[in-house]
């Protein structure tokens, strides 16, 4: 007969008793039911846990993170601050550079000046 019925037995659902409840009474039944329930309960609970666990981590993940990102943003702030003070003090050494070239050439320009006054003004004998 179809799904698995025995001839003799009367079985509303036509379904096959499992191994594991074949011959158990009704309060034999529930006390298994019972005890499947609370290791799904207790198998749930340290889900839970473990779940809570991860959360936790994962809230001081973030907030580790969010202080790296802190410090990330005044290091690049600093480091700005200072590439911008290093490109006017090579400003400056570029002017001091040029102006100490020019003055150069002013020194020479009038020790030259005073060597021709010297021989033009020297007698010759």
Request: aromatic share 2%; glycine share 8%.
């Amino acid at each position: 007969m179809a799904g698995g019925v025995k001839r003799g037995v009367t079985n509303p659902w036509l379904l096959e008793e499992s191994e594991e409840t074949r011959g158990l009474g009704f309060d034999d039944l529930r006390k298994q039911q019972r005890r499947i329930i609370e290791e799904q309960d207790a198998g749930l609970d340290a889900l839970s846990s473990i779940i809570s666990r991860q959360k936790q981590m994962g809230q001081e993940i973030g907030n580790e993170l969010d202080e790296q990102n802190e410090i990330i943003d005044d290091l690049t702030n600093l480091v700005e601050n200072t590439d911008d003070k290093l490109r006017n003090q090579t400003r400056h050494v570029k002017m001091v550079d040029q102006k100490s070239t020019s003055c150069g050439m002013l020194v020479v320009i009038v020790l030259l000046l005073i060597a021709i006054a010297v021989v033009a003004v020297w007698p010759t004998h």
